[in-house]
């Protein structure tokens, strides 16, 4: 009987997959999949409810309301960081539940195997996802590459010798040597690499509860981890190529800490907000590129005002999203749909790239080396090859932007000084304030 | 290798084709909310400790770890689907 509840909430599981295809029909994917996970945690009650203490159902509760309270008050700009969180209780979790059955029960060697298995990539989620977190407050900085590269190698061969030999390591051992892995992973890499990051520990917190499945036999455990490992290798994937690099390139860490040469030979051409209201006055088609920087300025609000004049005045307005904006993947198109902006209007880089040639005025917001022509020209550059949107084809660009900084990757951007490009410096936000309000006195 | 053993993997195997094939067709408007809803199918290892949690209530430290296991996968679960939903809601009204 519990075992067909459990393939009934499997198959629900996977249906909520299917409906998730679909921006409308996927607030009914989400609740397909809750169905499913209450299914299976009643299944696995048995109706011995009787058997769980207080203390047991006490600590359900207090962790079920701290989840609510959490996730009603978390900004979507803070999205990254409350997945990068749940990544790492996930993988705390299994590798929680490994190291008690590790440690009360006689388990035959392949289930034996697969706990410490399950109990090192959970213990490794867990510590790299809380340093991911840090990072992307901005608490971690630079740290010494060839130390922590060199020191996390010699855990990554102590880790696997322990694994391998048969030698009985008692497990706490091995439990703090994946912490430390964990740490010195993820502590160099940084910045705009996160979203490969923040994916490949979704996809690590999901193969650790797969793991933790064979170890107590629970069919659904697997098929939700399956499920769960899939979609951040996915992810992990189509950041990684988003980029051009490959996952071992970003796990190296240390990318864009290279001194390069970021001279630009002449001044950008500096405008000001009533220029730009007037300039867009007279666009018929205008594309917005949003990028990190919209999303620290929490510019979203005026993103949508300005959204709202451009349309009054019968000028069409686009989205262009590249793969990797923002700290996490799809973290603009929640900002955006936060703002009621249609997701009909948001493209995607293989969509839009065509039309920027037809394109009046690109305007670009708090983003650079994902418009930067370097990578398709300069085979030197560390961003060569990787998918830019190509915004420098457009009639004309305006570039929202504080300073003339580098981006992530730590080069110039020939754009900003194109004859065609247009340099607002300004906070996102309060930049685009301005060009709503000259609007209202063009 | 038991037969059992084997069972498991080949369901394994397949799981991991169906996600990996359903997943890919979802657009990248919804990834942010596929990540924050895997992060509540995660929680899945809440059964985990449901099934063991009965044979440690003798021993302290291990009971104590089950539950420490058990809280966070809950956080997983509600908090997940409760900000998926959030989320998707905005999505929603646009149509």
């Known amino acids: 009987m519990t075992e067909s509840l459990y393939l009934i909430s499997a198959v629900l599981f996977i249906f909520a997959l299917k409906l998730f295809s679909r921006p409308s029909t996927a607030f009914r994917a989400n609740n397909l999949a809750i169905g499913g996970m209450v299914l299976a945690i009643i299944s696995a009650f048995n109706l011995k409810f009787a058997d769980y203490d207080v203390v047991f159902y006490l600590v359900i509760l207090v962790s079920a309301g701290l989840g609510v309270v959490v996730s009603n008050r978390v900004q979507m700009t803070q999205m990254p960081e409350l997945v990068g969180i749940f990544n790492g209780l996930g993988g705390g979790a299994s590798g929680a539940i490994a190291y008690v059955e590790l440690s009360n029960s006689t388990l035959v060697l392949s289930d034996f195997s697969v706990a410490i298995f399950s109990m090192t990539i959970g213990v490794f989620t867990f510590s790299g996802s809380l340093i991911a977190v840090a990072k992307l407050r901005g608490k971690l900085n630079s740290f010494n590459a060839t130390v922590i590269n060199i020191l996390s190698g010699v855990l990554l061969v102590g880790v696997i010798t322990m694994l391998t030999t048969k030698i009985d390591y008692s497990t706490e051992y091995i439990i703090i040597l994946s912490l430390l892995l964990g740490i010195t992973r993820v502590v160099l890499i940084g910045g705009a690499d996160m979203p490969v990051v923040i994916a490949f520990l979704n996809s690590l917190s999901g193969i650790a509860a797969m793991a933790a499945g064979f170890i107590v036999n629970s069919i659904i455990l697997i098929i939700a981890g399956a499920l769960v490992g899939a979609s951040g290798i996915i992810l992990t994937l189509l950041m990684c190529s988003a980029m051009n690099r490959t996952i071992y390139q970003v796990l190296k860490g240390g990318f864009g800490t290279t001194k390069i040469n970021n001279e630009y030979e002449k001044d950008p051409i500096s405008t000001s907000a009533e220029d730009i209201a007037i300039q867009l006055s007279y666009a018929d088609s205008v594309v917005i590129v949003p990028g990190y920087g919209m999303a620290v300025a929490q510019a979203q609000s005026a993103v949508k005002e300005l959204t709202n004049t451009l349309k009054s005045k019968n000028i069409e307005v686009k989205f262009a999203i590249h793969p990797v904006a923002g700290r996490m993947p799809g973290h603009m198109n929640v900002l955006l749909a936060e703002v009621d902006i249609d997701y009909e209007d948001m493209f995607t880089l293989e969509d839009i790239n065509s039309e920027f040639s037809a394109t009046d005025v690109v305007l670009v917001i708090g983003a650079n080396d994902v418009v930067n022509p370097l990578a398709r020209t300069d085979e030197d550059s560390p961003i060569y090859g990787m998918p830019i949107l190509d915004v420098d084809m457009a009639k004309q660009v305006v570039v929202i932007k504080r300073s003339m900084s580098p981006g992530y990757a730590g080069i110039a951007n020939p754009l900003f000084i194109e004859e065609n490009t247009k340099m607002l410096f300004a906070d996102a936000k309060e930049g685009l304030e301005n060009i709503v309000k000259s609007f209202e006195l063009v | ?95």
């Open chain 2, 1 to 95: 290798m038991t037969e059992i053993f084997l069972y498991t993997l080949l369901i394994t195997a397949m799981a991991s084709f169906i996600g990996y094939e359903l997943i890919s067709k979802i657009p990248q408007t919804l990834h942010t909310p596929l990540m924050s809803g895997s992060n509540a199918i995660s929680g899945i290892t809440l059964i985990a400790g449901i099934l063991i949690y009965p044979n440690v209530v003798d021993d302290v430290l291990l009971k104590t770890i089950v539950l420490i296991g058990v809280s966070f996968a809950t956080m997983n679960i509600v908090g997940g689907f409760s900000v998926t939903g959030r989320i998707l809601e905005m999505f929603k009204k646009n149509d």
